[in-house]
T-cell receptor, first 113, second 113 residues
Framework: DVKVTQSSRYLVKRTGEKVFLECVQD?????MFWYRQDPGLGLRLIYF???????EKGDIPEGYSVSREKKERFSLILESASTNQTSMYLC????????????FGPGTRLTVT | GQNIDQPTEMTATEGAIVQINCTYQ??????LFWYQQHAGEAPTFLSY????GLEEKGRFSSFLSRSKGYSYLLLKELQMKDSASYLC??????????????FGRGTSLIVHP
């Protein structure tokens, strides 16, 4: 059974803190993605990676960075958390070719106070 | 860039049929996905269309017209458990040569007895 896991389901951080969100997939997928999901705005792409050490900006990369040192792991970093980064964060992975539907992790609900 | 439009909310009666529309504008279309997302859960893959026509999978069908930039998801014999958000995602070529999807804002379907 395919699996994407995220390090935390719920996280509360203070403004200015550095925050790490981890995502691991066990399907040997080349592509990995980080989204945030907010009511009325849908899923918005922050960053994606199509290979180890490769990354590309999505639609809303400001305030975020990512790291992909191993194929199975993709980390999202908030260098200095702000209240407007309070959101649900979803990680996904997919094959690089073919139908390449995405498999999503359970999400991390981050609250920045 | 892409512009994806789908209704915000729809309601239907148990046992009925409902059609959720998605229109899009994109510069390099390479496939359209439908995902289902129950409240508090991750999106899960429902269907994929890359050629014109209807794809049927049990109670769910998805249609695509590339010339019209139009797709719909058809749900038959509605059940209460079909109450969820339905996300339309259009795959396009990103910089670096990867194909990645962009999501619409989702349609919240409420099924009532």
């Amino acid at each position: 059974d395919v699996k994407v896991t995220q390090s935390s389901r719920y996280l509360v951080k203070r403004t200015g803190e550095k925050v790490f969100l981890e995502c691991v997939q066990d399907m040997d997928h080349e592509n990995m993605f980080w989204y945030r999901q907010d009511p009325g705005l849908g899923l918005r792409l922050i960053y994606f990676s199509y290979d180890v050490k490769m990354k590309e900006k999505g639609d809303i990369p400001e305030g975020y960075s990512v790291s992909r040192e191993k194929k199975e792991r993709f980390s999202l970093i908030l260098e200095s958390a702000s209240t407007n980064q309070t959101s649900m964060y979803l990680c996904a992975s997919s094959l690089r070719q073919g139908r390449n539907e995405q498999y999503f992790g359970p999400g991390t609900r981050l609250t920045v106070t | 860039g892409q512009n994806i439009d789908q209704p915000t909310e729809m309601t239907a009666t148990e046992g009925a049929i409902v059609q959720i529309n998605c229109t899009y504008q994109t510069s390099g279309f390479n496939g359209l996905f439908w995902y289902q997302q129950h409240a508090g859960e991750a999106p899960t893959f429902l269907s994929y269309n890359v050629l014109d026509g209807l794809e049927e999978k049990g109670r769910f069908s998805s249609f695509l017209s590339r010339s019209k930039g139009y797709s719909y998801l058809l749900l038959k014999e509605l059940q209460m458990k079909d109450s969820a958000s339905y996300l339309c995602a259009v795959r396009d070529r990103a910089s670096g040569g990867s194909y990645i999807p962009t999501f619409g804002r989702g349609t919240s379907l409420i099924v009532h007895p």
